[in-house]
Structure formats: structure tokens, C-alpha cells
């Protein structure tokens, strides 16, 4: 009796087995870093919003003369009175709630006649900080939690 060999009978299951489980685990590392650049790029369309909002608030108050008035709250979706119903800056707010994610109006904003501050929260915390805040004093910085005082510091 002659045995020979098939050499054209392709893969065992074996070797199906350790390429799939390869594919797996290098699968596995790209979704993670993947999810990781989604939520820096979430933090800085945040940040990006944000500082719009200190350049949209110098127009507004050269055109105004006051920055209006706003009592510590969510920020306005819409209105008169304060510098945060100028549609630009509307519009920049809703923007930077939309990429950090806030669903649950973590945000605050407050405007007197010499001033405004305004945070949001970011999609992923940074160190100690959830949330990033602008203010009329140039101040853009993050916070463990949204303001509670007229200013970031």
C-alpha cells in the first residue's frame, strides 16, 4: 500500500482558528484607540466651539455696550436679553454640547452687564476635568465641575 500525500487540500482548522483569533485581538487594539480619538476629537470641537464664543462675545458687547443678563442656569436654546441668544454664539454653544456629548444639561452659562462665563462638559474628563469654561477675562480652561461663580477661576 502506497500512502501520498494530498498537498492541495488547504487550511486545517487549526491554522483557520490562530489567523481568526489573530484578526481578533489586532481588531480589538484599532476599536480602542479608534474610541480614544473620537473622544479627544469630541474635547476639542469643545474647545474650538468655545473660544468662538469669547470672540462672538467681544462683538456683541461692542454692539451693545453690556453683555445682558443671564442667571446662573443650562444655557439658553433660544431667547432675548443676554449675550447668550446672539444666534453665533447660540449656535457655538449648541455646537460644543453636541461634540462633548451633554445630553443631560451639564452645562452652565451666566451673563452680567460686565461680564459672562460659560462651561460645558467635555466627552471624555481630562485628568480631574469634566468640563471645559471660557470666560469674559480670556480665561478657557478646564473644571472638575461646571461654574458656579461669574468666572472659570
Not at 47 to 53: G, Q
Not at 100 to 122: E, I, K, M, Q
Request: with cysteine; net charge positive.
Amino acid at each position: 500500500m502506497i500512502f501520498t500525500r494530498l498537498s492541495n487540500r488547504g487550511f486545517t482548522l487549526i491554522e483557520l482558528l490562530v489567523v481568526i483569533a489573530i484578526i481578533g485581538i489586532l481588531s480589538s487594539i484599532v476599536l480602542s484607540s479608534l474610541n480614544d480619538a473620537r473622544n479627544k476629537a469630541g474635547n476639542a470641537a469643545v474647545k474650538s466651539n468655545l473660544a468662538n464664543i469669547r470672540v462672538q462675545a467681544a462683538l456683541y458687547y461692542d454692539s451693545n455696550n453690556t453683555y445682558g443678563s443671564y442667571a446662573f442656569s443650562p444655557c439658553p436654546i433660544s431667547g432675548t436679553g443676554s449675550v447668550f441668544h446672539d444666534p453665533n454664539i447660540l449656535d457655538a454653544i449648541s455646537s460644543a454640547k453636541t461634540a462633548g456629548g451633554d445630553t443631560t444639561n451639564l452645562n452652565r452659562c451666566f451673563a452680567n452687564a460686565s461680564g459672562w462665563a460659560v462651561s460645558v462638559p467635555l466627552k471624555k474628563k481630562e485628568g480631574l476635568f469634566g468640563h471645559w469654561c471660557v470666560d469674559a477675562n480670556g480665561a478657557s480652561m478646564g473644571r472638575a465641575s461646571a461654574i458656579t461663580i461669574a468666572s472659570c477661576q
